[in-house]
Structures are given as structure tokens and as C-alpha cells.
């Protein structure tokens, strides 16, 4: 089996590359090695191992854009196993998923049988673009704050002092002050529900999101399942409270708070809105346009970890 590891140095705004320095050291096999020049070069890279036609064993070295592109470039690959070391800011990656902790870990994983489990991943598609999503993806409330943030020079300033999370929730106070609400029309296989004054909608293939909120408890990434959560017809102090109960798991009693579980899931919003794919820009709602979200079931393969 051949092994390769592809680092993105620029994750956890700079600290994966310092992490791999030391890292490196440590690892007792023989690897081919990559470190990403641009986004969407992991993906490319994932992908010319996996048209080898080899056994091939890919280790993600970075956060969950990292883990995100490296498994989109092995999708349907049987020959492949994705192995991930947590390395960025948000890690939502490991928390839903078993990823490696430190180089021990990946050191006895390669002297194994190395065991794989066949994963779902999502995906959402509007007319003229398919984005896949492993952890979660969303519209509103969540999608434009990951927007602003993304694009802001602060974060960047703020990142440097380890103080990021200021920069979140900076965004997350002016926009719960600016948000206007939207509609939105679910359409599952099997009945539609019209939800007035939402907030967000989010699709989840694994449970947490936002960097360490648990949104979906009940959501399993080897289920064949996803879930939607959507939040409304609150007041904005009590949305405040829903983001505090979230990372305790305790948002599902709110009754603003719905979840439903499904294959696909059909979404219409009445306004225009910002979504994203596992917190990356992925375009906005076209109003009374559809966007699809559906699971692939097992469309890849990742370490099982004992
Ligand atoms: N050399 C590079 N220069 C600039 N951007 C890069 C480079 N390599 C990868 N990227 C992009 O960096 C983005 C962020 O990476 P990643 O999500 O892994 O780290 P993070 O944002 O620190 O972590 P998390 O998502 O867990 O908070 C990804 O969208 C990826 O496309």
C-alpha cells in the first residue's frame, strides 16, 4: 500500500506547518509527501493517487477544508483510506469523526491491518453546481457570518494573537443585530412543511459544526442518513441563548428548534441567502428555486481506529 500525506501549511492560520516540523520526525515508515500551494490542491492531489489504481493510504495534514478536499479527491475509490491529523482552527472534523491525535497513533495505524469503514458524504446541489459537504451544510444565519469572517482582513490580524474566535464573535453580534429572516419550503420524500422567520437551516452528516457546536446529536455519518435542524420564529436574544445551548447538545428542547431526518431534503427560500459547504463560501439561494441535499451513502473510506 502506498502512503502519501498531503500537509496544507496554511491551516490553523500557519500552526499545521510548525505541527509537521515536529511531526515528521517522529513517523517510522516510508511516505510520498505533498503541502498544498492553493485551495482545491489537496483535492487534486487525493485524485492522482487515487486514478493510480493502488492501494493507496492518504493522510489529510491540516483542518476540515483539508479533510473536506482530500476526501472529495477519493470518492469512489475502493483501492483508498483517508487517515486525518487534525491540524486547523476549527477541527469540527474530529470531533465527528476518529481522526488521528498525534504520530504514535499513525505510526501503529500503518503497522496494522489497517482497517477502513466505508463513510457517507452530502450533497448539495443548486441548477448549475454540485458542492459536497462531509461535515454540514447550511443557509442563512450560520452561512453569512462563516462569510464575513472568511473574508475579513481581521481575522487574519486577530488569528496571530490566537484571538480568532473574537473575530466570530464580532460577526455573529452585528449580524443578530442586521439579519432579516427568510421562509423556507422543506420538501422530504415523503411530505413539505412551510417554516416562517428562520434563522438558519443546517444539513448535518456528522453532528458538530461551528467548531465544536453539537447541532445534530443524533446525526451518523455511516447511517445512510442526514438531518436537518432549523431555527425560528425566535426573538434575537433567545437565538443568543439556542448558540449557547448548542455546544451543550441541550437546543433540541427549544421549540423553535426542528429536526427531521432523511435521505434528501428539497429547500426554497423566499430571499436570496448566503449558504456554505463545512463552513466554505458555496454560493447563495436563488429565491423559489430549489436546492437539492442528499446523502451518498458509503462513497468513501476512512481509517477505523480502535
Ligand atoms: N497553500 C495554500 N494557500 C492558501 N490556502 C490554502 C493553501 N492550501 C490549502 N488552502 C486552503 O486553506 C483553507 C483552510 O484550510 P483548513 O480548513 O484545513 O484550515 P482551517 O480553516 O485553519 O481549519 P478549520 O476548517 O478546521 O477551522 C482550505 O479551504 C484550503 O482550500
Request: glycine share 8%.
Amino acid at each position: 500500500m502506498k502512503i502519501t500525506i498531503i500537509v496544507n501549511p496554511t491551516a490553523g492560520n500557519g500552526k499545521s506547518l510548525k505541527r509537521w516540523e515536529k511531526f515528521k520526525h517522529k513517523l517510522n515508515f516510508i511516505y510520498d509527501f505533498h503541502m498544498t500551494t492553493s485551495p482545491k490542491h489537496a483535492t487534486a492531489l487525493a485524485r492522482k493517487c487515487a486514478e493510480t489504481g493502488e492501494s493507496q493510504f492518504i493522510i489529510a495534514f491540516g483542518g476540515d477544508g483539508t479533510a473536506h478536499e482530500v476526501i472529495e479527491g477519493t470518492l469512489d475509490c475502493s483501492n483508498c483510506i483517508v487517515g486525518v491529523v487534525g491540524a486547523g482552527s476549527g477541527n469540527d472534523f474530529g470531533r465527528g469523526f476518529l481522526s488521528f491525535r498525534n504520530a504514535h497513533e499513525v505510526n501503529k495505524y500503518v503497522q496494522s491491518q489497517r482497517v477502513a469503514i466505508e463513510m457517507d458524504i452530502g450533497l448539495m446541489n443548486d441548477q448549475d453546481k454540485k458542492y459536497y459537504f462531509v461535515n454540514n451544510a447550511g443557509i442563512g444565519f450560520d452561512a453569512y457570518i462563516a462569510y464575513q469572517v472568511n473574508k475579513s482582513p481581521v481575522k487574519k490580524i486577530l488569528n496571530k494573537f490566537n484571538l480568532g474566535k473574537l473575530a466570530y464573535t464580532f460577526f455573529l453580534i452585528k449580524t443578530l443585530v442586521t439579519f432579516k429572516h427568510f421562509d423556507l419550503t422543506v420538501n422530504m420524500p415523503n411530505h413539505s412543511k412551510k417554516l416562517e422567520k428562520v434563522w438558519f437551516a443546517t444539513v448535518s452528516n456528522q453532528p458538530y459544526f461551528g467548531g465544536g457546536m453539537k447541532i445534530s446529536p443524533q446525526s451518523n455519518p455511516a447511517d445512510g442518513q442526514i438531518e436537518l435542524t432549523v431555527v425560528h420564529h425566535l426573538s434575537r436574544i433567545k437565538l443568543l441563548l439556542v448558540f449557547v445551548s448548542v455546544f451543550f447538545g441541550k437546543h433540541t428542547s427549544f421549540k423553535e428548534v426542528h429536526q427531521m431526518s432523511a435521505t434528501s431534503f428539497s429547500l426554497t427560500t423566499n430571499n436570496t441567502m448566503y449558504r456554505h459547504t463545512d463552513g466554505e463560501y458555496a454560493g447563495k439561494t436563488s429565491p423559489h428555486f430549489a436546492d437539492e441535499f442528499s446523502v451518498l451513502p458509503k462513497r468513501w473510506r476512512m481509517t477505523k481506529l480502535t
